[in-house]
């Protein structure tokens, strides 16, 4: 079981969406197993395929420290059809990238994420057209305004794509507000790699927005410029599919301690 399961997910330490790359180019595995559930351990809760513990591409023990997201794990897996498909499995490659990588090194992790504070997308702003001007600074200064009222980090914004270095103080105190433990760490580089902003991250973390609101904040450009030409089928294919990575992380920061 458990090399098939190996071959079935493959996953790297820090970004699932990686292993939604590879998958896509991967051949699917045939189902191996009759059912999925969950067992509790004293490390938290692991799932199971026919009543034995999965294990993860690096060879540990498939789990999470609540029952929420190891049944929804266990869910995706007892939803696979003849063949298992790796995109239709996003808590488990969160999971996986989890497990395997970010318990190891939360720290380098955080590094990844702090990255962003200095060239956030929230920074740089379109010079025209005024329509799509006034979308950005509708969907993105209320987040800038949360953050230097709740932690005193006043940032610079721009027009257009040049650097602009950021305030010290404004990029330490967003910088101490990231969490700590490994999933959640985890699940808010997912949502930051996804919508280019580890601001928003922290606001969807720290819950001074919603989901639905980082989301349509993370696309206002995307989808002014879809409203201008039309939509691209395959970009709504990837963008589909980046909303459920994103939704797998979301649930993860709602289930576990900041």
Do not use: C
């Not at 939803?79 to 808590?91: K, N, Y």
């Not at 910088?175 to 922290?202: D, K, M, Y």
């Amino acid at each position: 079981m458990r090399e098939l399961f190996d071959e079935a997910l493959g996953h790297s330490p820090l970004d699932p969406r990686e292993a939604s790359r590879k998958s896509s180019t991967t051949p699917l595995r045939k189902r191996f197993y009759e059912s999925a559930g969950v067992a509790e351990t004293p490390e938290g809760f692991a799932v199971t395929l026919d009543g034995k513990p999965v294990r993860t591409p690096g060879k540990r023990f498939l789990g999470a420290p609540v029952r929420e997201l190891a049944e929804a794990m266990a869910t995706e897996w007892g939803a696979q059809a003849e063949m298992i498909d790796p995109l239709s499995m996003p808590m488990t490659r969160l999971a996986n990238s989890t497990v395997d990588g970010v318990a190891d090194d939360v720290v380098a992790v955080r590094d990844d994420i702090a990255k962003y504070f200095d060239t956030d997308l929230l920074f740089y702003r379109a010079s025209f057209p005024e329509e799509l001007i006034a979308l950005q600074a509708e969907h993105w200064d209320p987040v800038l305004r949360w953050l230097a009222d709740e932690l005193g980090a006043h940032f610079i914004l721009a027009e257009g794509v040049m650097h602009v270095k950021q305030p010290e103080p404004a990029v330490h105190a967003v910088r101490q507000a990231l969490p700590e433990t490994p999933w959640a760490v985890a699940a808010l580089h997912v949502v930051t790699t996804i919508t280019g902003s580890a601001l928003l991250a922290l606001a969807l973390h720290r819950k001074a927005l919603t989901a639905d609101q980082v989301w349509a904040a993370a696309h206002v450009d995307e989808d002014w410029n879809s409203q201008q030409w039309g939509a691209d089928e395959e970009v709504m294919r990837r963008r589909a599919q980046r909303r459920r990575d994103f939704d797998a992380a979301v649930r993860v920061l709602a289930a576990v301690p900041r």
